[in-house]
């Protein structure tokens, strides 16, 4: 009996320019992704005309209409929303052995080609995490970006955090300003699956046979420039990575603030945002230096652009209208 190398898809709630929606598709068509779901958070019509023909994508505009149709009204945030969505591609993805959700500034990355990673997975998983790389940004045009990687060790981790960011380890979970959960395959045709963004339920088991793809990465273009972060801030405060209900790395009981607390708290001080980002978020000589003496850096040349011209090479990038927020 011949084994057939397992399929595998993406699906994504997105709201960007459709030059980086495109680069999204671009990348993981290109890594072997077998169909691609696309959830516009926003109408983009120039994204939508290139999206819309090809065989292994399907795009859907959860406007008004969608909603209510489906939910019945439009949930006001969208973790809702992208939860929704990938119950939505999850309940539908029957061309695909495995679905995973991830966001438009996360791409996949593996080591080792990732139906053989799957392949190798047994039959009682039926969840694979990939945990992220977290970008920075560079001080120069270089042609590759720097990513500080996941640190595996729990009981060193700590230590880890101190030595490389002395100003701000007490608030920093894994030296990461984003999430350090990852994103998750979920093998699919699975019945009674309660899908989250980092977690899924299956008749009370938590993450069902839960497997670490640890020769994979989820790189995330989480931060780019100091334009990049500030232009994203005060959305990613209210809203998103950085919002209050979020937990703190160290316990608010034992001295510890939340990333919402801390960078309130920064943004009253002169300079006091962009310490914090010179100092965690761009790839200095110091902090990758340091990052490299742990076994911590990683440098990828991710060469979206040409992706995307081999693609969608009818897409013309300056005649793109901006996303509204």
């Given at each position: 009996?011949t084994?057939?190398?397992?399929?595998?898809g993406v699906?994504?709630t997105i709201?960007?320019?459709?030059v980086?929606?495109l680069?999204?598709?671009?990348?993981h068509l290109?890594?072997?992704?077998?169909?691609?779901?696309?959830y516009?958070d926003a109408?983009?019509?120039?994204?939508?005309?290139q999206?819309?023909?090809?065989?292994?994508?399907?795009v859907?505009?959860?406007?008004?209409?969608?909603?209510?149709?489906?939910?019945?009204?439009?949930?006001?945030?969208?973790?809702?929303?992208?939860s929704?969505?990938?119950?939505h591609?999850?309940?539908?993805?029957?061309?695909?052995?495995w679905?995973l959700h991830?966001?438009v500034?996360?791409?996949?990355?593996?080591?080792?080609?990732?139906t053989q990673q799957?392949?190798?997975?047994?039959?009682?998983?039926?969840?694979a995490?990939?945990r992220?790389?977290?970008?920075?940004a560079?001080l120069?045009?270089e042609?590759?970006?720097?990513?500080?990687?996941f640190i595996?060790?729990?009981t060193?981790r700590d230590?880890?955090?101190?030595e490389i960011?002395?100003?701000?380890a007490?608030?920093?979970k894994?030296?990461f300003?984003?999430h350090v959960?990852?994103?998750?395959f979920l093998?699919?045709?699975q019945?009674?699956?309660?899908?989250?963004i980092?977690n899924?339920?299956?008749n009370?088991?938590h993450?069902?046979?839960?497997?670490e793809?640890?020769?994979?990465?989820?790189?995330?273009l989480?931060?780019?420039s100091?334009e990049h972060?500030?232009?994203?801030?005060?959305y990613?405060?209210?809203?998103?990575?950085?919002r209050?209900?979020?937990?703190?790395?160290t316990?608010?009981?034992?001295?510890?603030?939340?990333?919402h607390?801390l960078?309130a708290?920064?943004?009253?001080?002169?300079?006091?945002l962009?310490?914090?980002y010179?100092?965690?978020?761009?790839?200095s000589?110091?902090?990758?230096?340091?990052?490299?003496a742990?076994g911590?850096?990683r440098?990828h040349?991710?060469?979206?652009?040409?992706?995307?011209?081999k693609?969608?090479?009818?897409?013309?990038?300056?005649?793109?209208?901006?996303?509204?927020?």
């Amino acid at each position: 009996m011949t084994n057939v190398a397992p399929t595998w898809g993406v699906v994504a709630t997105i709201k960007a320019p459709a030059v980086d929606i495109l680069n999204f598709v671009a990348h993981h068509l290109e890594l072997g992704a077998a169909h691609i779901w696309i959830y516009l958070d926003a109408a983009n019509p120039e994204a939508k005309a290139q999206l819309k023909p090809h065989p292994q994508l399907t795009v859907v505009r959860t406007g008004d209409n969608y909603w209510l149709k489906t939910r019945g009204k439009k949930p006001p945030m969208h973790q809702p929303r992208q939860s929704f969505n990938v119950r939505h591609a999850y309940n539908r993805a029957k061309k695909v052995d495995w679905l995973l959700h991830i966001d438009v500034d996360e791409f996949l990355w593996p080591y080792q080609p990732i139906t053989q990673q799957l392949a190798a997975l047994p039959e009682s998983c039926l969840v694979a995490r990939v945990r992220p790389a977290e970008a920075m940004a560079s001080l120069d045009d270089e042609q590759v970006t720097h990513f500080k990687t996941f640190i595996a060790d729990k009981t060193k981790r700590d230590q880890i955090v101190r030595e490389i960011y002395p100003n701000f380890a007490p608030y920093l979970k894994n030296g990461f300003v984003s999430h350090v959960a990852g994103k998750m395959f979920l093998r699919t045709g699975q019945k009674d699956m309660t899908i989250k963004i980092h977690n899924v339920v299956q008749n009370g088991r938590h993450n069902p046979g839960q497997v670490e793809l640890t020769d994979a990465a989820l790189l995330h273009l989480h931060t780019t420039s100091w334009e990049h972060w500030s232009q994203s801030f005060a959305y990613r405060h209210q809203k998103g990575s950085y919002r209050d209900e979020l937990g703190s790395a160290t316990p608010e009981n034992q001295g510890g603030l939340n990333l919402h607390k801390l960078f309130a708290h920064l943004a009253n001080e002169p300079d006091g945002l962009r310490q914090f980002y010179e100092e965690v978020c761009v790839a200095s000589p110091d902090l990758t230096d340091k990052l490299k003496a742990h076994g911590l850096l990683r440098s990828h040349a991710l060469e979206l652009e040409q992706k995307r011209r081999k693609h969608f090479p009818d897409f013309d990038v300056r005649a793109t209208t901006r996303i509204k927020s």
